[in-house]
């Protein structure tokens, strides 16, 4: 194989995108599949494409902030005898889509054997996608300024309690009880919403480690879910929780196998929502029936006539971090409920599923698999 004709199979194969282009007639006169994957054209249209002519070739566009140059300049720069190392470049692809990619790019020379002379012919640039690390990376710079401002807005909360406190009691006053109490309640709930928040993360860290660990024993859906209402219902005077049972006698015993723990975390996590999600108040509704399919299983659900979902977030919310668009930050949260709510339930050998009407209120349903004993 001639040496030119080895060259091109080997960059035919390389992971990196590569083309050649000439100073002449800024043509480019060579470029590897993976460079037409990544410009969106097939290699045929590629090659012989003056430069200036792929689309939007010149577009320069700001990302968090910072500007990112296109791809082309790259060349140009390469084109005007310098040699670029790892630069930060846009691709916008004819079809509109972007990609980040990292570029470096060098002249290329050509010998003249009889005078010695080198000779600028063109420009060569190395290209690779680095769309998904970047949009991780901005994935874990949102997360980490979402979390300081949740741990944060507790916090300030804590601290102006506490100087009042101290105020109260440096002026020498007289305190007043009712206000006392009611200070130091403030600040135990803001350390117990810490609390939770740091948990959550740490539930989500144990998620991806596999190290997240259930401990199931047979418990009383029904016992666990009475306590988990009675509890909320404490947190709120705007919101009226309602039991329902459907078919089911008050005392009734519906035995699951569940790890407790968690499982109260799931009622939680659910009515919680149901309640922060309707910042007007209104009824939340929980409800409990058994259905019989293939085996014996009990359906929770928690019915609220809050701020709703809209359609087309509905398959998304489930989804690590993912919060629903009409909040606008409006509502504080890390978007990691309900991410847990069906890792949990999901180890149970259970569903969850979510039913709303934007601005109308949300229905999220668990079935749980029941004991085999409580069939009868
Ligand atoms: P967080 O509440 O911390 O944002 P979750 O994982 O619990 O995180 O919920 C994810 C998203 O689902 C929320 O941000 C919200 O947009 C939406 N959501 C959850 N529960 C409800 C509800 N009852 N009503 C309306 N939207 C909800």
Known sequence: METKERLHAILDQLPEGILLIETANGIISYANPTAAQILGLPLTSLIGLPLDTYPQSYRIKRINGRLIIPWSFVVVRALCNETLTSQETLVVRPDGSEIITLSSSAPLYHENEEN??????????????????????????????????ELRTPLTAIMGYVELLQMTLSNGEQSDMAQTQHALSRIGQQCERLNSLIEEMLDMTRIEHASFQVHFAPRDVL?????????????TKKHQLRLVLEGLQPHENIIAYVDEYRIIQVFNNLINNAIKYSPYGGEVEVGLRRVQETTSQAVIWVKDEGIGIPEQELSSIFRQFYRASPLNNSISGLGIGLYLVKEVVTQHQGRVWVESTEGHGSTFYVALPLMESANT
Request: charged fraction near 20%; charge should be negative.
């Open 116 to 149: 010695e002379e080198k000779m600028h012919t063109g420009a060569v640039i190395m290209f690779q996608d680095v769309t998904a690390q970047k949009s991780l990376e901005q994935q874990k710079n949102d997360f980490l300024s979402m979390i300081s401002h």
């Open 223 to 235: 016992f666990l879910l009475t306590q988990v209402i009675e509890n909320q219902a404490k947190t």
